[in-house]
């Protein structure tokens, strides 16, 4: 049997507790009802004070829904399909549970959508002024959004953030109509 040192055990607590609220368990009672272990036990593990026998480790990862690599804290997501996916793509964890998510709800029919757009040779355009779109918006939403009036004429000039959503929005429904052959 391994036995871990003090700073593995602190790790691991961490792990654990890490793994313990991403899995939704907000407090050490929840788990200890759900998995049916004394709280105290759960204190110690998370606390470092001792360590989960490997049965108790396996139960662990099928509450949490996790491989037990995650649970110790060898991986950052919490399956290795996941973590090779995320390395592979650089999409986060979060994103590749909502393409899950997505593949077996409703939202299906957006995959096909996404995969067009992400093979076609000006999703890097599409994207660049989605980004441009969503920082204009941003902006706006922190500046104050005051028109110029030109006393001569009395026309309304929009302020910078609005000229920039403006534009951003221009440029990015025109990408949107090229990705789609659209004029």
Not at 71 to 85: A, F, Y
Not at 135 to 163: F, H, M, W
Request: glycine letters at 4%; proline letters at 4%.
């Amino acid at each position: 049997m391994y036995n871990f040192d003090e700073m593995e055990k602190r790790d691991l607590g961490l792990a654990l507790k890490q793994a313990r609220k991403a899995a939704g368990f907000k407090t050490q009672e929840e788990l200890s009802e759900k998995a049916d272990i004394p709280i105290e036990t759960i204190r110690s593990w998370e606390q470092g004070r001792k360590t989960p026998q490997l049965p108790q480790l396996l139960k662990l990862c099928q509450l949490f829904s996790c491989d037990l690599d995650y649970l110790v804290g060898r991986i950052d997501c919490r399956t290795h399909e996941i973590q090779d996916m995320r390395s592979y793509t650089g999409l986060s964890e979060s994103a590749l549970e909502t393409l899950h998510t997505w593949k077996n709800s409703n939202h299906f029919a957006l995959l096909p959508i996404l995969s067009s757009l992400i093979e076609n040779n000006l999703f890097g355009r599409v994207l660049a002024a989605a980004m441009d779109y969503f920082y204009a918006c941003r902006k706006k939403e922190t500046q104050p959004s005051e028109n110029i009036i030109v006393i001569e004429t009395g026309d309304l000039i929009p302020s910078a953030p609005e000229v920039t959503l403006w534009n951003a929005t221009n440029k990015f429904t025109q990408c949107l109509k090229d990705v789609s052959g659209q004029k």
